[in-house]
């Protein structure tokens, strides 16, 4: 079953889970038409292998470390720090430690 988005005017929590964050996994906050914003969380070791979406992309790290590989370059996120994407870009995040993150994805509707 499909966890509801959050619809407009609904605050959401995106507070470090903490001791929760064992046992959390990644969610679909809410979609819009032109925007999707989610909550990633990796345990340490885990990734997602590279990949590349049409719309511009942040990660906010919220808690943890996260490894992001952006055109065969590392960028390491610590709590705190974001990390912009581009259109298109190859990425692949890795987490150094359990971590939670912010993703937001511009959508693109097809030409």
Known sequence: MALPHASAG????????????????????????????????LPAGKSLPPHQ??????????EGVLDVT???RSHVLR?????FLTGGALHGVTAIEDASALVTIALHKPS
């Open 10 to 41: 609904q605050s959401i929590d995106v507070q470090p889970l903490g001791e929760r964050l064992a046992g959390a996994k990644t969610v679909a906050l809410f979609k819009a038409q032109e925007l999707e914003v989610m909550r990633l969380v």
């Open 79 to 83: 709590a705190g720090q974001l990390l």
């Open 53 to 62: 979406v049409a719309g511009e992309i942040t990660i906010q790290c919220i």
């Open 70 to 72: 952006l055109d065969g």
